[in-house]
């Protein structure tokens, strides 16, 4: 009951203070390990808008940070599905789309930008922080404490009081190694479990396949489709190269892959896909279909080469 009021209470909220722009907040900023909480993702919007978003399913990809930089993978439980709706108040809509999750490390976690398509806008929602921790022990305070103010203790329990006083050192840190060891076998299993989740280029390749299979153009949305297409390439390069491209101009994306030593051949096949987009999105070109095909051909090649260099630098 206390958790529905205090969700109801932060929609409220929410619809009051209405930003100008996308906003992701969180129910806590400091979490237990295990404890659950809601991530909050905020957009105004108007009546004829439409929007379009692939929701995470069981596990939403994140990092424990360490200095500044994103150091250990880390998959923050989804304990309900993805769930979103449009709130109207004074003469105003937001929509609102919210997890309900917990995290099994501890440590500073960092939740991943998320993207969705506004209409024909590509839109994009900042990382957030969590801090989670294990429980803290009180200091001070005895592990075993019993006290009777009308009757002896039998022989026994004084016995056992007596030992855990004496020896109440060791028992915790027998209990420390114990909650590190669980810790440890968690983490292996989390490592075993990611092994068999996709790569980056597996999870690029499936989605222009996907992408494909929709043939957007047959219900006139080839514009929608390159939007798409130019997604997904910016978004695989922006991940593998460790580069922002998603905001970029397609000059200004240019650049940056110049910056990372890519083969000109390379570049040129990536500015090519993107400029042809950019020609499609702006009405100047209606490509037939094949020409269509062969555009998704021609970026799934990229990516296949893209890894292969990578992987040879690494």
């Given at each position: 009951?206390?958790?529905?009021?205090?969700?109801?209470?932060?929609?409220?909220?929410?619809?009051?203070?209405?930003?100008?722009g996308p906003k992701v907040v969180v129910e806590k900023n400091e979490v237990l390990v295990g404890e659950q909480f809601y991530i909050y993702y905020r957009l105004p919007v108007s009546i004829s808008d439409s929007i379009n978003y692939s929701p995470f399913k069981t596990e939403i990809p994140s990092y424990i940070l360490e200095g500044k930089k994103d150091?250990?993978?880390?998959?923050?439980?989804?304990?309900?599905?993805?769930?979103?709706?449009?709130?109207?108040?004074?003469?105003?809509?937001?929509?609102?789309?919210?997890?309900?999750?917990?995290?099994?490390?501890?440590?500073?976690?960092?939740?991943?930008?998320?993207?969705?398509?506004?209409?024909?806008?590509?839109?994009?929602?900042?990382?957030?922080?969590?801090?989670?921790?294990?429980?803290?022990?009180?200091?001070?305070?005895?592990?075993?404490?019993?006290?009777?103010?009308?009757?002896?203790?039998?022989?026994?329990?004084?016995?056992?009081?007596?030992?855990?006083?004496?020896?109440?050192?060791?028992?915790?840190?027998?209990?420390?190694?114990?909650?590190?060891?669980?810790?440890?076998?968690?983490?292996?299993?989390?490592?075993?479990?990611?092994?068999?989740?996709?790569?980056?280029?597996?999870?690029?390749?499936?989605?222009?396949?996907?992408?494909?299979?929709?043939?957007?153009?047959?219900?006139?949305?080839?514009?929608?489709?390159?939007?798409?297409?130019?997604?997904?390439?910016?978004?695989?390069?922006?991940?593998?190269?460790?580069?922002?491209?998603?905001?970029?101009?397609?000059?200004?994306?240019?650049?940056?892959?110049?910056?990372?030593?890519?083969?000109?051949?390379?570049?040129?096949?990536?500015?090519?896909?993107?400029?042809?987009?950019?020609?499609?999105?702006?009405?100047?070109?209606?490509?037939?279909?094949?020409?269509?095909?062969?555009?998704?051909?021609?970026?799934?090649?990229?990516?296949?080469?893209?890894?292969?260099?990578?992987?040879?630098?690494?």
């Amino acid at each position: 009951m206390k958790t529905f009021i205090t969700t109801i209470v932060f929609l409220i909220v929410s619809l009051v203070t209405f930003s100008q722009g996308p906003k992701v907040v969180v129910e806590k900023n400091e979490v237990l390990v295990g404890e659950q909480f809601y991530i909050y993702y905020r957009l105004p919007v108007s009546i004829s808008d439409s929007i379009n978003y692939s929701p995470f399913k069981t596990e939403i990809p994140s990092y424990i940070l360490e200095g500044k930089k994103d150091t250990n993978f880390v998959d923050v439980e989804i304990v309900q599905p993805f769930k979103d709706s449009i709130f109207h108040s004074n003469g105003m809509s937001e929509w609102v789309g919210k997890y309900k999750v917990t995290v099994w490390d501890s440590g500073e976690v960092n939740l991943p930008k998320i993207s969705l398509l506004k209409n024909d806008s590509l839109v994009e929602f900042s990382s957030i922080k969590v801090n989670v921790s294990l429980a803290k022990h009180i200091e001070g305070k005895d592990i075993y404490d019993i006290k009777e103010g009308f009757t002896d203790l039998p022989d026994a329990l004084k016995d056992v009081k007596s030992f855990l006083k004496k020896h109440w050192w060791w028992i915790v840190l027998s209990l420390i190694v114990i909650v590190a060891a669980i810790l440890i076998f968690i983490k292996k299993r989390k490592k075993a479990k990611l092994a068999g989740v996709l790569s980056l280029e597996e999870l690029a390749l499936s989605k222009i396949e996907e992408l494909n299979k929709k043939k957007l153009w047959l219900d006139n949305k080839l514009k929608q489709h390159y939007i798409e297409l130019s997604y997904i390439l910016r978004d695989y390069l922006s991940n593998k190269l460790v580069i922002s491209l998603l905001e970029k101009t397609t000059d200004e994306a240019t650049l940056l892959l110049k910056q990372k030593s890519l083969p000109q051949d390379k570049i040129d096949a990536i500015s090519e896909i993107l400029l042809k987009s950019d020609m499609v999105k702006f009405a100047k070109s209606a490509p037939e279909e094949y020409e269509i095909l062969k555009t998704s051909s021609l970026t799934i090649e990229i990516i296949k080469e893209v890894q292969n260099l990578v992987s040879d630098v690494e």
